[in-house]
Nanobody
Framework: QVQLVESGGGLVQPGDSLRLSCAAS????????LGWFRQSPGKAREFVAAVAGNGGLTYYRDDSVKGRFTISRDNAKNTATLEINSLKPEDTAVYYC????????????????WGQGTQVTVSS
């Protein structure tokens, strides 16, 4: 069972940047894609980005996300990072890290393990 712990959230102003980290532990971590999802109050959880086990492939929700969000992973440190630039109030959400054994990264029901989430609030 993969265990995930997110960090790096907080209260930021519009236009700021933020780096979220996901610390992973467990067996065969390089076999898992690591993804980031987010959930705003009253809204469904949505896919943001994911990175394949070897770090060679990245996936993003859409082009607008891809332009401001960058996902990466460091298998030597068992971490995944989501960098968010030009933060907007609509980015306010709880951000979750998740692990998926394979590359079916877009659907939350495909993921095997989830972290507890880290709150990101964008407000002036």
């Amino acid at each position: 069972q993969v265990q995930l712990v997110e960090s790096g959230g907080g209260l930021v102003q519009p236009g700021d940047s933020l780096r979220l980290s996901c610390a992973a532990s467990g067996p065969a971590l390089s076999s898992y894609s690591l993804g980031w999802f987010r959930q705003s109050p009253g809204k469904a959880r949505e896919f943001v980005a994911a990175v394949a086990g070897n770090g060679g492939l990245t996936y993003y929700r859409d082009d607008s996300v891809k332009g401001r969000f960058t996902i990466s992973r460091d298998n030597a440190k068992n971490t995944a990072t989501l960098e968010i630039n030009s933060l907007k109030p609509e980015d306010t959400a709880v951000y979750y890290c998740a692990a998926e054994l394979g590359t079916k990264v877009y659907w939350d029901f495909e993921y095997d393990s989830w972290g507890q989430g880290t709150q990101v609030t964008v407000s002036s």
